[in-house]
Nanobody, 125 residues
Framework: VQLQASGGGLVQAGDSLRLSCATSGLAFRDLIMGWFRQTPGKEREFVAA????????AYADSVKGRFAISRDRAKSTADLQMNSLKPEDTAIYYCAAGHRLIRSSMKNGQYYTYWGQGTLVTVSS
């Protein structure tokens, strides 16, 4: 199984970025795809998650209304559209995959089995 995150970069506050997580080798049954982020000295933080087979996505309160997670079954990717970016969104963003997570567990990184290598997002003020 491989997860490859891409799309990070340096942007200004208010700009948009779209991250993509390319997957290979994953079983799609009962799959949950998630995005997390981490900054130096801080714990990893949940950002968003979506059931691959359909259903409502979950978001951290800090990104609700600004970020949107989606999955493309044809391309086997899970994307994170980030709008109205703020300096506090600066972090390394990681995509993750897990199976058979109940909704209350979707925000907890310890329940995800597979992780990508991360992509850096820097938002300048």
């Amino acid at each position: 199984v491989q997860l490859q995150a891409s799309g990070g970069g340096l942007v200004q506050a208010g700009d948009s970025l779209r991250l993509s997580c390319a997957t290979s080798g994953l079983a799609f049954r009962d799959l949950i795809m998630g995005w997390f982020r981490q900054t130096p000295g801080k714990e990893r933080e949940f950002v968003a998650a979506i059931p691959w087979g359909g259903g409502y996505p979950a978001y951290a309160d800090s990104v609700k209304g600004r970020f949107a997670i989606s999955r493309d079954r044809a391309k086997s990717t899970a994307d994170l559209q980030m709008n109205s970016l703020k300096p506090e969104d600066t972090a390394i963003y990681y995509c993750a995959a897990g199976h058979r997570l109940i909704r209350s567990s979707m925000k907890n990184g310890q329940y995800y089995t597979y992780w990508g290598q991360g992509t850096l997002v820097t938002v300048s003020s």
